[in-house]
C-alpha cells in the first residue's frame, strides 16, 4: 500500500493488490485497530479499495527506529510519508475509540528533514515515475583477459 502524495485533506494510494490509484479523504481514515482486546496504535486502517475490494494497512515507524539504511530511497521517503499522515490523523483527533491520544503520538520528523527528501512536496515516486525513467542497468563487468 502505497502512499503516493499527501494534500492538505487527502491523500492519494496505490492499491498493492490491482494497481488502482485513489485519492482517500483524510475523514476516512483515523490512527488505531483493536484486535482481540488489544489496540495498535501505530496502523492507520485505509478503508477497502473500490476496485478489487483489498484492505490495506500503514504502520508508522517504531518509536526507537534506527536511521533507515537507505537514505533517499522509495522506501526510506515512504515510511517519512506514512510518519508524516500518522501524525497529522493523531494532530486532528482521527484516532479509533479507546485509544489514549498520548500513546498514539508517533515519531515527529522535522521540517528540516522533510525539506531534504521532498523539497516542500510530500510526493514518492518509484524510480520507474521519475523523470527520465528507469536508470539504465550498468553493464556487466567483464573477466580479465
Known sequence: MT???????????????????????DADVSVGVERD???????????????????EFLIRSADNEPEHPSPGSFGHRHRLMVDVLHGKLVKEGRIADRIDPQKAQGQARSSEELDRWFKGRLRAQRMKEQEGGIRPEPEPAQPPQ
Do not use: M, W, Y
Not at 502512499?3 to 485519492?23: K, M, P, S, T
Not at 482486546?37 to 484492505?55: E, H, I
Open 37 to 55: 482486546g488489544q489496540f495498535d496504535t501505530k496502523v492507520v486502517q485505509l478503508p477497502n479499495c473500490s476496485s478489487c475490494g483489498a484492505r
Open 3 to 25: 502512499i503516493r502524495e499527501i494534500f492538505e485533506n487527502e491523500f492519494g494510494q496505490e492499491c498493492e493488490v490491482c494497481g488502482a490509484v485513489r485519492r482517500v479523504p
